[in-house]
Protein backbone atom coordinates (compact mmCIF):
# COMPACT_ATOMS: atom_id res chain seq x y z
CA UNK A 1 0.00 0.00 0.00
CA UNK A 2 1.19 3.47 -0.70
CA UNK A 3 1.49 6.05 1.95
CA UNK A 4 3.16 9.39 1.77
CA UNK A 5 4.10 11.25 5.56
CA UNK A 6 4.60 15.07 5.71
CA UNK A 7 5.46 15.26 9.81
CA UNK A 8 5.58 19.04 9.85
CA UNK A 9 1.81 20.14 9.88
CA UNK A 10 3.07 24.07 9.96
CA UNK A 11 6.06 25.81 9.87
CA UNK A 12 6.16 29.70 10.05
CA UNK A 13 9.72 31.55 9.26
CA UNK A 14 10.32 35.14 8.66
CA UNK A 15 11.13 36.37 5.08
CA UNK A 16 14.01 35.48 3.21
CA UNK A 17 15.44 32.54 5.97
CA UNK A 18 14.97 28.94 3.41
CA UNK A 19 12.99 26.52 4.58
CA UNK A 20 12.80 22.28 3.74
CA UNK A 21 10.05 20.59 3.71
CA UNK A 22 10.04 16.86 4.49
CA UNK A 23 8.11 14.30 2.80
CA UNK A 24 8.67 9.99 3.44
CA UNK A 25 6.79 7.67 0.95
CA UNK A 26 6.40 3.83 1.78
CA UNK A 27 5.76 1.60 -1.47
CA UNK A 28 6.21 -1.59 -2.36
CA UNK A 29 6.76 -0.73 -6.27
CA UNK A 30 9.97 -0.18 -8.11
CA UNK A 31 8.07 1.91 -10.48
CA UNK A 32 6.30 5.33 -8.58
CA UNK A 33 6.14 9.07 -9.19
CA UNK A 34 6.47 11.56 -6.60
CA UNK A 35 4.88 15.05 -7.12
CA UNK A 36 4.49 17.96 -5.02
CA UNK A 37 1.73 20.69 -5.25
CA UNK A 38 1.28 24.02 -3.68
CA UNK A 39 -1.54 25.13 -2.51
CA UNK A 40 -2.21 29.08 -1.64
CA UNK A 41 -5.40 30.61 0.03
CA UNK A 42 -7.12 30.79 -2.98
CA UNK A 43 -7.75 26.69 -3.20
CA UNK A 44 -6.27 25.99 -6.93
CA UNK A 45 -3.55 23.06 -6.30
CA UNK A 46 -0.33 24.10 -8.12
CA UNK A 47 1.39 21.77 -9.67
CA UNK A 48 5.19 22.06 -8.75
CA UNK A 49 7.27 19.32 -9.81
CA UNK A 50 6.82 15.21 -10.85
CA UNK A 51 9.72 12.76 -10.32
CA UNK A 52 9.80 9.08 -11.50
CA UNK A 53 11.65 6.39 -9.60
CA UNK A 54 14.15 5.65 -11.69
CA UNK A 55 15.57 9.56 -11.97
CA UNK A 56 17.49 10.41 -8.49
CA UNK A 57 18.44 13.94 -9.71
CA UNK A 58 17.56 16.32 -7.54
CA UNK A 59 16.01 19.62 -9.33
CA UNK A 60 16.51 23.18 -9.00
CA UNK A 61 13.41 25.63 -10.50
CA UNK A 62 14.32 29.01 -9.29
CA UNK A 63 14.43 29.55 -5.50
CA UNK A 64 12.69 25.80 -5.48
CA UNK A 65 15.13 22.62 -4.87
CA UNK A 66 13.85 19.17 -4.62
CA UNK A 67 16.14 16.18 -2.81
CA UNK A 68 14.60 12.82 -3.42
CA UNK A 69 16.55 9.59 -1.58
CA UNK A 70 15.38 6.44 -2.53
CA UNK A 71 17.69 5.29 0.56
CA UNK A 72 15.59 6.77 2.86
CA UNK A 73 12.37 7.19 0.69
CA UNK A 74 12.01 11.09 0.66
CA UNK A 75 11.35 13.50 -1.28
CA UNK A 76 11.98 16.66 0.41
CA UNK A 77 11.18 20.22 -0.92
CA UNK A 78 13.50 23.15 0.00
CA UNK A 79 12.77 27.26 -0.78
CA UNK A 80 15.27 29.18 -0.34
CA UNK A 81 15.18 33.10 0.29
CA UNK A 82 11.65 32.40 1.21
CA UNK A 83 9.25 34.93 0.19
CA UNK A 84 5.70 35.85 1.67
CA UNK A 85 4.30 34.68 -1.70
CA UNK A 86 5.37 31.67 -0.41
CA UNK A 87 2.92 31.12 1.71
CA UNK A 88 0.49 27.98 1.35
CA UNK A 89 -0.41 24.56 2.06
CA UNK A 90 2.30 22.00 0.14
CA UNK A 91 1.08 18.69 -0.52
CA UNK A 92 3.67 15.68 -1.27
CA UNK A 93 1.92 13.08 -3.30
CA UNK A 94 2.82 9.06 -4.26
CA UNK A 95 1.79 7.03 -7.13
CA UNK A 96 2.07 4.23 -8.25
CA UNK A 97 2.02 2.81 -11.52
CA UNK A 98 -2.39 1.53 -12.47
CA UNK A 99 -2.98 3.23 -8.74
CA UNK A 100 -4.59 6.48 -7.63
CA UNK A 101 -2.51 9.71 -6.47
CA UNK A 102 -2.17 9.59 -2.78
CA UNK A 103 -1.35 12.41 -0.53
CA UNK A 104 0.27 13.74 2.25
CA UNK A 105 -1.42 15.55 4.79
CA UNK A 106 0.34 18.78 3.99
CA UNK A 107 2.61 21.08 5.43
CA UNK A 108 1.03 24.70 6.35
CA UNK A 109 3.83 26.99 5.28
CA UNK A 110 3.97 30.76 6.71
CA UNK A 111 6.22 33.39 5.87
CA UNK A 112 6.29 36.52 7.83
CA UNK A 113 7.38 39.32 6.74
CA UNK B 1 -0.43 25.36 -20.45
CA UNK B 2 -2.40 22.76 -18.67
CA UNK B 3 -5.08 25.08 -17.46
CA UNK B 4 -8.32 23.39 -15.56
CA UNK B 5 -11.09 25.62 -14.54
CA UNK B 6 -13.98 25.32 -12.82
CA UNK B 7 -17.14 26.74 -12.46
CA UNK B 8 -18.73 27.97 -10.24
CA UNK B 9 -16.14 29.08 -7.83
CA UNK B 10 -18.56 28.86 -4.97
CA UNK B 11 -22.32 27.99 -4.20
CA UNK B 12 -25.10 28.48 -1.87
CA UNK B 13 -27.74 26.38 -1.70
CA UNK B 14 -30.55 25.17 -0.18
CA UNK B 15 -31.22 21.76 1.67
CA UNK B 16 -32.36 19.23 -0.86
CA UNK B 17 -31.70 21.14 -4.14
CA UNK B 18 -29.29 19.21 -7.32
CA UNK B 19 -26.17 21.44 -7.37
CA UNK B 20 -23.97 20.99 -11.09
CA UNK B 21 -20.15 21.59 -10.89
CA UNK B 22 -18.42 21.98 -14.26
CA UNK B 23 -14.94 21.16 -14.62
CA UNK B 24 -12.77 21.86 -18.42
CA UNK B 25 -9.73 21.13 -19.33
CA UNK B 26 -8.74 24.50 -21.38
CA UNK B 27 -5.61 23.70 -23.59
CA UNK B 28 -5.52 19.76 -23.67
CA UNK B 29 -7.48 17.13 -23.56
CA UNK B 30 -8.15 15.52 -20.73
CA UNK B 31 -9.13 11.48 -21.12
CA UNK B 32 -9.37 10.98 -17.30
CA UNK B 33 -10.54 13.79 -14.41
CA UNK B 34 -10.71 13.01 -10.99
CA UNK B 35 -12.96 14.65 -8.27
CA UNK B 36 -11.56 15.25 -5.07
CA UNK B 37 -13.27 16.73 -1.78
CA UNK B 38 -11.38 18.49 0.86
CA UNK B 39 -12.25 19.16 4.44
CA UNK B 40 -11.03 22.55 5.96
CA UNK B 41 -7.22 22.03 7.19
CA UNK B 42 -7.36 18.36 5.87
CA UNK B 43 -5.72 16.88 2.69
CA UNK B 44 -7.47 15.96 -0.73
CA UNK B 45 -10.03 12.67 -0.69
CA UNK B 46 -10.10 11.03 -4.34
CA UNK B 47 -14.33 10.60 -4.65
CA UNK B 48 -14.02 9.18 -8.07
CA UNK B 49 -12.46 9.14 -11.57
CA UNK B 50 -13.82 9.39 -14.94
CA UNK B 51 -12.42 8.22 -18.06
CA UNK B 52 -13.95 9.96 -21.16
CA UNK B 53 -17.16 7.83 -22.14
CA UNK B 54 -17.30 5.85 -19.63
CA UNK B 55 -18.83 5.56 -16.25
CA UNK B 56 -17.00 7.12 -13.50
CA UNK B 57 -15.46 4.69 -10.93
CA UNK B 58 -15.98 5.78 -7.36
CA UNK B 59 -14.07 5.48 -4.42
CA UNK B 60 -15.14 3.41 -1.63
CA UNK B 61 -18.20 5.17 0.90
CA UNK B 62 -18.74 7.49 -2.30
CA UNK B 63 -22.52 7.01 -3.02
CA UNK B 64 -22.58 7.11 -6.48
CA UNK B 65 -26.19 8.53 -6.83
CA UNK B 66 -25.72 11.39 -4.70
CA UNK B 67 -22.51 12.29 -6.72
CA UNK B 68 -23.25 11.81 -10.09
CA UNK B 69 -20.27 11.95 -12.43
CA UNK B 70 -20.55 12.47 -16.39
CA UNK B 71 -17.51 13.12 -18.05
CA UNK B 72 -19.11 13.42 -21.99
CA UNK B 73 -16.09 14.81 -24.22
CA UNK B 74 -12.30 15.01 -23.67
CA UNK B 75 -12.45 18.66 -22.02
CA UNK B 76 -15.87 18.34 -19.74
CA UNK B 77 -16.42 16.50 -16.76
CA UNK B 78 -18.79 17.57 -14.26
CA UNK B 79 -20.24 16.34 -10.65
CA UNK B 80 -24.47 16.93 -9.33
CA UNK B 81 -24.48 16.29 -6.24
CA UNK B 82 -27.88 15.54 -5.79
CA UNK B 83 -30.66 16.09 -3.04
CA UNK B 84 -28.06 18.18 -1.39
CA UNK B 85 -28.11 18.47 2.70
CA UNK B 86 -25.65 20.47 5.02
CA UNK B 87 -23.58 17.59 5.46
CA UNK B 88 -22.42 17.91 1.62
CA UNK B 89 -21.11 21.65 2.12
CA UNK B 90 -17.00 21.05 1.82
CA UNK B 91 -14.46 22.22 -0.96
CA UNK B 92 -14.78 20.05 -4.29
CA UNK B 93 -11.84 20.03 -6.35
CA UNK B 94 -11.36 18.16 -9.65
CA UNK B 95 -8.34 17.48 -11.81
CA UNK B 96 -7.62 16.38 -15.44
CA UNK B 97 -4.84 14.62 -16.89
CA UNK B 98 -3.71 13.47 -20.29
CA UNK B 99 -4.18 10.00 -19.39
CA UNK B 100 -4.87 7.98 -16.46
CA UNK B 101 -0.90 7.62 -15.59
CA UNK B 102 -0.21 11.08 -16.24
CA UNK B 103 0.14 14.35 -14.43
CA UNK B 104 -3.18 15.49 -12.57
CA UNK B 105 -3.72 19.49 -13.23
CA UNK B 106 -6.60 20.58 -11.01
CA UNK B 107 -8.72 23.19 -11.38
CA UNK B 108 -9.41 26.43 -8.36
CA UNK B 109 -12.27 24.40 -6.71
CA UNK B 110 -15.81 25.09 -5.66
CA UNK B 111 -16.92 26.15 -2.35
CA UNK B 112 -20.53 24.24 -1.65
CA UNK B 113 -22.78 25.34 1.13
CA UNK B 114 -26.29 23.89 2.15
CA UNK B 115 -28.44 25.47 4.01
Known amino acids: AQKVTQAQTEISVVEKEDVTLDCVYE???????LFWYKQPPSGELVFLIR??????QNEISGRYSWNFQKSTSSFNFTITASQVVDSAVYFC??????????FGQGTRLTINP | GAVVSQHPSRVICKSGTSVKIECRSL??????MFWYRQFPKQSLMLMAT?????????EQGVEKDKFLINHASLTLSTLTVTSAHPEDSSFYIC???????????FGPGTRLLVL
Open chain 2, 95 to 105: SASAGSQETQY
Open chain 1, 27 to 33: TRDTTYY
Open chain 1, 51 to 56: RNSFDE
Open chain 1, 93 to 102: ALREVAQKLV
Open chain 2, 27 to 32: DFQATT
Open chain 2, 50 to 58: SNEGSKATY
